[in-house]
Nanobody, 125 residues
């Protein structure tokens, strides 16, 4: 089992920044790829970003490239993954979820095994 706890969401004006954090622990948390997804009301959960266990490779949705940056710190059996979000837009409003241990395509929610509880991000215009 991997436990994921997100934090850092909130309300921000368009053009502002937020930094999300996700503390991952258990099993092989420090050796799993980690990812961020988001889900807006009445929409399907969508891929935002992912990072390999070493942090050597990162992946982004086209809609956030150049604005969001994913990074991670690994220590012992724990990892913390961050999502730095700059130049936020109202369309970025959603619940953001951290995910771990994918089997298959990083871009598909169904590929990920473990999920956090989510953190709300609201961007006002």
């Amino acid at each position: 089992q991997v436990q994921l706890v997100e934090s850092g969401g909130g309300l921000v004006q368009a053009g502002g920044s937020l930094r999300l954090s996700c503390a991952a622990s258990g099993r092989t948390a420090s050796r799993d790829p980690l990812g961020w997804f988001r889900q807006a009301p009445s929409k399907e959960r969508e891929f935002v970003a992912a990072i390999t266990w070493s942090g050597g490779s990162t992946f982004y949705a086209d809609s956030v490239k150049g604005r969001f940056t994913i990074s991670r710190d690994n220590a012992n059996a724990k990892s913390t993954v961050y999502l730095q979000m700059n130049n936020l837009k109202p369309d970025d409003t959603a619940v953001y979820y951290c995910a771990a241990d994918p089997e298959g395509s990083f871009y598909q929610p169904d590929a990920w095994t473990f999920w956090g509880q989510g953190t709300q991000v609201t961007v006002s215009s």
